[in-house]
């Protein structure tokens, strides 16, 4: 033993001596301030499509991040659970689930024996223009449980730095808008319009009202979705055709369902995040203002289709174009040489089952049902009848503790018997027991330690489950999820554009959690209440 502590000292006395000696970075003496921030993600969004589809690119879209921009070529997601609520949470705060506690899209609340929804919010109702208002349910972040960039901006200048979160996606606005924004909005297809909730407004400002009033919609009724002749592999063809009811009105219901899976609606999002930037007079006042944007038509197309698919090739490149265009709003409305920008997405996604399959890649379709069944079996033949599973959901399996009191069942012991059972299932790599993440007595690996990031002590259930690579829970064989740690789900971009970053490729191997670390740095900001992320200083001017 004593030996032992010698060693160990003696190697960290040599540790000292060898390692470099701390060098001052002048880049942090004085924060600087842009005069807007912009934060881009798209909703899911491989780190590979940036390569797959460079060839393809117009000069100032991607291409004008990835020319002048710090682009890290290796960002992962380091945490178990990649979906949209939990992956938009967690860019902008910094932190993963086990801290900010959005622990999926919904999660079972034992308490209210019912899911939640990761951005319901019961006190609050929906804000509409016209007739509309006040009619359905509205949204709110009051499951975030940390701070978030923007919440520390408004914060540090007295709520006079503005702050707007806008996506097709409700839970994106919320959860990357934070506790604080000035406003946040999202598009309501029932409505065919741009909405925000009660939470931030009690009416939507004139410009909202004009911009929905104009009907954006309107202008694609009579157009097909056609690949552009760029479009790899696609050949000009139709992707999706509108067929209307007959003597039917455009825009009517029907057909802002059709477009609200087509590439369309990310055009109309940036162009409403233009208006937002000139209506809501960004980076025009005497603070760093903040705005938040993430495009969903990439994920709604993604599932449909697979990231191998002509679909999806062709909503890149579309999206390339609407994003030139936005740039150059950005441009004339603020100034380029004012405005940083940050890339990322909140996840990536897998092949389709059916191409895992045909190319001998793993199971393709999991089953999480069986999971659920297995266990449920394993529980009964241990302990007697049960009912034993009280719910599931997208990782978790939740004991009927009522069940466990009347046959004086220990949970511990239960929760080791149902977590057994689930790992025997051939679609499931590993299952982790509430016990084991309470007692730290998770396995030294590196999929306990992205479990660990993705349990949150309050919300999660008692056996957390990790699908094996390649069993994707799709609800079909030709469409695709997400939600897993493997890499096709975890590499994103993560690009820094603007004065203060050196722009290059840097392989460093880096995260998500990192980008609101190194934009708070960066501007001199308290990080977000629980970041755990790294400012990325190699890449700091
Ligand atoms: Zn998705």
């Given at each position: 033993m004593l030996r032992k502590t010698v060693l160990c000292s003696l190697a960290a006395i040599i540790l000292l001596a060898w390692s470099a000696p701390l060098k001052p970075d002048a880049s942090f003496a004085s924060p600087s301030r842009p005069k807007l921030v912009v934060v881009l993600v798209i909703d899911q969004?491989?780190?590979?499509y940036l390569m797959r589809f460079r060839p393809y690119?117009?000069?100032?879209?991607?291409n004008r991040l990835l020319d002048g921009g710090a682009v890290f070529t290796d960002c992962r997601y380091d945490y178990a659970t990649t979906i949209t609520g939990p992956g938009h949470a967690t860019l902008l705060t910094g932190a993963y689930p086990n801290i900010h506690?959005?622990?999926?899209n919904e999660w079972y609340d034992r308490e209210q024996k019912r899911k939640v929804y990761c951005?319901?919010?019961?006190?609050t109702h929906e804000v509409a223009s016209?007739?509309?208002?006040?009619?359905a349910p509205g949204f709110s972040?009051?499951?975030?449980?940390a701070s978030t960039l923007g919440d520390e901006l408004r914060i540090a200048t007295n709520f006079r730095a503005k702050a707007v979160s806008i996506s097709l996606k409700d839970r994106a606005a919320v959860l990357m808008g934070g506790?604080?924004?000035?406003a946040a909005y999202w598009y309501d297809t029932g409505l065919g319009g741009f909405v925000s909730s009660s939470y931030y407004m009690s009416a939507l400002p004139a410009w909202v009202d004009d911009f929905d009033k104009q009907?954006?919609?309107?202008?694609?009724?009579?157009?097909k979705w056609q690949a552009l002749?760029?479009?790899?592999?696609?050949?000009?063809?139709?992707l999706s055709d509108f067929q209307p009811s007959a003597g039917a009105a455009c825009p009517d219901a029907k057909f802002l369902r059709w477009l609200d899976n087509t590439p369309f609606m990310n055009e109309i999002e940036l162009g409403f995040a233009s208006d937002a930037v000139r209506s809501e007079h960004l980076?025009?006042?005497p603070e760093t203002d903040i705005l938040t944007v993430s495009l969903s038509e990439n994920d709604y197309i993604g599932h449909r289709f697979?990231?191998?698919s002509v679909e999806v090739a062709d909503v890149t490149l579309r999206t390339d174009r609407y994003l030139a265009k936005f740039f150059d709003d950005l441009d004339k409305s603020v100034?380029?040489?004012?405005v940083w920008i940050a890339f990322s997405a909140d996840h990536g996604v897998a092949p389709t089952p059916a191409f895992i399959q045909e190319h001998k890649l793993g199971i393709g379709l999991a089953r999480p049902a069986a999971v659920r069944e297995a266990a449920e079996k394993a529980l009964t033949q241990a302990f007697?009848?049960?009912?034993?599973?009280?719910a599931e959901d997208e990782v978790h399996l939740f004991l009927n503790r009522d069940t466990l009191k009347a046959r004086n069942v220990a949970e511990a012991k239960a929760e080791e018997v149902a977590a057994e059972a689930a790992a025997?299932?051939?679609?499931?790599e590993a299952a982790f027991t509430r016990t084991q993440f309470v007692t730290g007595s998770?396995?030294?690996?590196p999929i306990a330690r992205k479990a660990a990031n993705s349990?949150?002590?309050?919300?999660?259930?008692?056996v957390f489950l990790v699908f094996a690579p390649y069993a994707v829970p799709s609800s079909t064989f030709t469409g695709t999820t997400h939600g897993t740690p493997w890499n096709y789900d975890a590499q994103v971009p993560l690009i820094f554009w603007g004065s203060a970053f050196k722009p290059g490729f840097y392989a460093t191997p880096c995260q998500p959690i990192d980008l609101a670390a190194t934009l708070a740095a960066r501007l001199g900001l308290t990080q977000p209440s629980g970041a755990q992320g790294m400012p990325l200083a190699s890449a700091l001017k």
């Open positions: 969004f491989r780190y590979d690119f117009v000069k100032g879209g991607f506690g959005i622990i999926g951005a319901e919010d019961t006190s016209g007739d509309e208002a006040g009619t972040p009051r499951n975030l449980t506790h604080t924004p000035s009907t954006p919609t309107k202008s694609y009724c009579g157009q002749p760029e479009t790899p592999d696609a050949k000009g063809k139709v980076g025009k006042g697979g990231p191998y100034g380029l040489d004012n007697g009848p049960g009912p034993w599973i009280e025997a299932q051939p679609d499931i998770l396995p030294n690996s349990f949150n002590f309050k919300r999660s259930g008692d």
